[in-house]
């Protein structure tokens, strides 16, 4: 029995505006207004309206225009927010944040969910620590680190796919199991005296740019472009936007249902890691919450837990925009616990309006 | 006579252009069953839905007791007394029989359900069914499905005022022994003076339980009257009496080397075996009644189902259909019937809709296809005159007959060698109906095997050139193109044709059975309980006296 999972309903078009009385098979009479949001019609067909940042940059218009005013007003506010010393500091607190966030987006895109993500970003991180500690390299520290957690993906896409657990069931359970095991394994203490070397991966710069954000913007751009110019790619999208139709076109679900899950359990893997080298410390507790920040950047960033919308270039700037927000809550002395309202403010709003523009935009019949 | 308790008067009803219902007329008699026929299409539910108030009428006059009806909901329709069973059945499988008959009004105390209050109740209502054994306690899930629907019947029943019942097609989900005991039970309830519109495809319970008949043909009223004055063909030729129109492309097609060709397919350890072939540049039709199996079978040919059994051959290499994917490289292509669910990939473009069976075939290490299979895409939509703004914009938005030609070109981007299409024109306005037959046969001329699955027996008869008629999963029989909607009934309602008790009867039924099939032929039997002789049931007064006296024994 194939399993039917029935999302939004599906608006569509009737053709109403045929001439009166006219069987003419006139093509322009019959032309559907075109879609508010999609990218430039490369034709040059006749256009009535002004080109708007939306066609630019597509669901990430809204995450770009917040986050260009939260930098502009930051600016003005705080002397310190433009200085070279906050700037970098700043791009080390979102880089870990930002590449969860960019496994994550893969997963939502499928209309799956990790919140395992966070759990395995402290196993991961606490378990390189242990290893470097009991003097193994640090190659195939870190390499046993992110194999962990590609490890704990995979386990999680199987749950998905062969077990046929919900998402939200197999990574909750994960969520618990991974965090359980690293607290047994280092008995709840952190993991201290982790070698110099390991900790310049992360503290250290090229040329003034901080390798974590060298890294985060790597991932970025590698799923960006995963996302846009491969078939695995657009074999995301086909899956979370309906994956039994996606089945009848020959696409193979399983495969890339367990991909993701990997690929969000690697980058969680690879976070954890980064973290442990920032701190110089395996710290059992890291990472708590973080599975919800994720998701929380990606939603911001334009993608739709419905699955199928969202982008990488979004998720990163999701993140931003969360980092950008505490940031500067730091800077002017605002409450943090004010922060948290004003993220969980954002969230309704950025979902709010996009759930405003499908309306409309049903609505008018594009 | 007795005054009609519901009448329906003139009444019409569009769907946009499309005409569905016009200047129909209907009465409900105290203690009579309306037969409500028609083929699929002719406005049937949308008279159910008129009359039970889940559509608003355009024109014409609704009484209930003489009283009109002016705007109806749903609630109203159903306080003024008008119950309806429907075919997918509306109780909550994980609830219990008890809930599940007083859900909306459950016997209560300041909001704490009175049990004991609501197992006597549900009890007397089981009872009144004849489900004197079933506990008021057992969960609906696990319940047979004819038990269901007395559930159902006796849910209707518990309304607080109940005049008429509308049946729509209560015994599709049923076997011949469970169909036979709710036949019965309506008869009961016939006795008891309720008013009964009942909507079903199978002649033969029509003249068991009928004692009038309302034929619907194209959304108007074709013929009504007493069921005595009608025998089987003319029932059909009143569902069918229309010429088939020129929409339907020219056939001159000769059929080439097999393009598919299925041996000894079973679908479930204990389904009938069914072989099928197709040659290149001809079109298979594939006929049957609602449930017969034909959705299911091409979704196992296309791999997308479990097979038990069977061997498939596509341009006569053998390949095992393991999934959709393997089906498709071997060059076979499936477009579902539910495009929304099996089809489309709604959020993504028209572009990306077409072009995803083909991306790997079309990509180099993994990287999207260049620019020249999106181009190739273009021209396949063209060609196919798709209206649409934009190749970019969602495919979401756009009407049924231009998705259709969107998936169309997804399956002819993959070079397919044979093309199945499952009830290719449902939900499309008969101008693009017109256009996508043409394609269809102009894909088979280029020498394309195709197999179209049609409800609607016009198309069918109009494109195939062959007609290949299931009935409970198994083959019934093959009719050539020039076979009339007359003998394709037939065979899918079983009531000549086919089967063995019929050679004596049917005039110019049991057509070209063909040589292929007597091995499913065999394997009927088991499925079907043994038939009661061909005699008239003892049924009651009005019901079959009809002159014809065609054998309708299964």
Same mark, same amino acid.
């Given at each position: 029995m194939p399993k039917l999972i029935w999302r939004e309903p599906i608006e569509t078009t009737t053709i109403t505006n045929r001439p009166p009385g006219g069987e003419t098979d006139d093509a322009s009479a019959l032309e559907t207004v075109p879609q508010?949001?999609?990218?430039?019609?490369?034709?040059?067909?006749? %256009?009535?309206r002004v080109i708007t940042l939306g066609d630019i940059a597509g669901r990430e218009s809204g995450g770009l225009v917040v986050l260009l005013v939260a930098i502009g007003a930051l600016t003005l506010a705080s002397d310190e927010f433009l200085t070279g010393n906050n700037l970098s500091n700043l791009a080390r607190q979102v880089a870990i944040f930002g590449i969860i966030a960019v496994g994550q987006l893969l997963v939502i895109l499928t209309a799956g969910i990790d919140l395992s993500v966070g759990s395995i970003l402290g196993l991961s991180g606490a378990s390189t620590a242990q290893l470097l500690v009991a003097g193994v390299p640090i190659l195939p520290s870190i390499l046993l680190g992110v194999g962990i957690g590609t490890a704990l993906g995979i386990v999680n896409g199987l749950l998905v796919? %062969?077990?046929? !657990?919900p998402p939200f069931i197999a990574t909750l359970g994960m969520l618990g199991i991974a965090r359980g095991m690293v607290l047994v394994s280092t008995d709840a203490q952190t993991i201290q005296g982790v070698p110099e070397a390991f900790q310049v991966i992360a503290n250290g710069t090229v040329l003034g740019v901080p390798n974590l954000l060298i890294i985060a913007a790597v991932v970025t751009a590698v799923m960006w472009f995963v996302l846009t110019r491969t078939v695995f790619g657009r074999y995301i999208y086909a899956v979370g936007s309906n994956p039994e139709s996606a089945r009848l076109a020959g696409v193979p679900v399983r495969m890339v249902t367990i991909s993701v899950y990997m690929i969000s359990g690697l980058l969680a893997g690879l976070g954890g890691v980064l973290l442990a080298s920032r701190l110089g410390a395996g710290i059992p507790t890291a990472g708590t919450g973080f599975e919800l920040s994720a998701i929380a950047a990606c939603v911001i960033g334009g993608? *739709? !837990?419905?699955?199928?919308k969202g982008s990488a270039i979004g998720a990163a700037t999701g993140a931003l925009i969360m980092g950008v927000l505490n940031n500067g809550g730091n800077l002017l002395a605002i409450n943090a616990f004010y922060l948290q309202i004003a993220i969980g403010v954002l969230i309704l709003v950025a979902v709010g309006f996009d759930q405003l523009n499908t309306r409309r935009s049903a609505a008018s019949g594009g | 006579m007795v005054r009609p308790v519901v009448e329906l008067h003139g009444v019409s009803k569009a769907f946009g252009p499309v005409q569905a219902l016009s200047d129909v007329s209907l009465g409900l008699v105290p203690g009579q069953v309306n037969c409500l026929a028609g083929e699929n299409g002719a406005g049937k539910s949308t008279l159910i839905k008129v009359l039970t108030g889940a559509l608003r009428r355009d024109s014409g006059s609704y009484e209930i007791d003489g009283r009109p009806v002016t705007a109806p909901s749903p609630a109203s329709v159903r306080a003024a007394g008008v119950q309806a069973v429907y075919q997918e059945l509306s109780l909550l499988p994980h609830l219990s029989v008890a809930e599940n008959l007083f859900m909306g009004r459950l016997p209560a105390r300041t909001g704490i359900i009175a049990r004991s209050r609501l197992q006597n109740r549900a009890r007397k209502a089981l009872d009144e069914v004849g489900l004197t054994d079933l506990s008021p306690q057992a969960i609906v899930e696990r319940l047979p499905a004819a038990t269901r629907q007395l559930v159902e019947i006796a849910k209707v029943l518990t309304a607080d005022s109940v005049k008429v019942i509308v049946f729509d097609e209560p015994t599709t989900a049923l076997t011949e022994a469970e169909s036979e005991r709710l036949l019965q039970h309506i008869l009961r309830l016939r006795e008891r003076g309720m008013a009964m519109l009942y909507v079903t495809h199978r002649l033969e319970e029509m003249f068991e339980i009928g004692d009038w008949v309302t034929v619907l043909r194209d959304g108007s009223l074709s013929e009504a009257g007493p069921i005595s004055d009608y025998d089987e063909d003319r029932l059909i030729t009143a569902m069918v009496g229309r010429e088939i129109s020129s929409l339907y492309p020219e056939t001159h097609r000769q059929a080439g080397t097999p393009a598919l060709r299925v041996r000894g397919l079973r679908r479930f350890d204990r389904s009938p075996s069914i072989d099928l072939h197709v040659g290149s540049g001809e079109i298979l039709g594939i006929g049957g009644l609602l449930g017969a199996g034909r959705s299911g079978l091409l979704l196992s040919i296309f791999g997308a189902a479990p097979i038990v059994a069977g061997q498939l051959e596509v341009g006569g290499k053998p390949v095992k259909p393991s999934g959709p994917c393997a089906m498709m490289n071997a060059g076979v292509g499936l477009l579902t019937e539910d495009r929304k669910v099996l089809g489309l990939l709604p959020e993504l473009s028209i572009r990306e809709n077409v072009t995803i069976a083909s991306l790997r075939s079309g990509s180099r290490r993994g990287l999207l296809p260049g620019r020249e299979q999106v181009e190739e895409a273009d021209r396949l939509l063209d060609s196919l005159r798709l209206r649409a703004g934009s190749y970019d914009q969602p495919v979401s938005t756009l009407s049924g007959g231009n998705q259709q030609k969107v998936l169309l070109a997804r399956w002819l981007l993959t070079k397919p060698k044979v093309l199945m299409f499952d009830e290719p024109t449902k939900g499309i306005d008969v101008g693009a109906k017109g256009e996508l037959y043409t394609v269809i046969g102009d894909l088979a001329a280029s020498g394309l095997g195709i197999i179209v699955v049609s409800s609607y027996l016009p198309e069918l008869l109009g494109l195939a050139d062959r007609i290949l008629v299931l009935r409970d999963g198994a083959v019934a029989g093959e009719l050539p193109g020039s076979a009339t909607e007359e003998d394709v009934l037939r065979l899918a309602s079983g009531? =000549?044709?086919?089967?063995?008790?019929a050679e004596d009867g049917s005039?110019?039924? =049991?057509? *070209?059975? *063909?040589?292929?099939v007597p091995a499913s032929e065999r394997t009927i039997p088991p499925t079907i309980p043994p038939t009661p002789p061909p005699t008239p049931p003892s049924t009651p007064p009005p019901t079959p006296d009809d002159p014809g006296g065609v054998s309708r024994d299964a």
């Open positions: 508010p949001r999609q990218a430039l019609e490369p034709k040059g067909e006749p %256009r009535r796919t %062969r077990a046929l !657990l993608a *739709s !837990l419905f699955g199928a | 009531s =000549g044709g086919a089967e063995p008790a005039p110019d039924g =049991g057509p *070209s059975l *063909s040589d292929e």
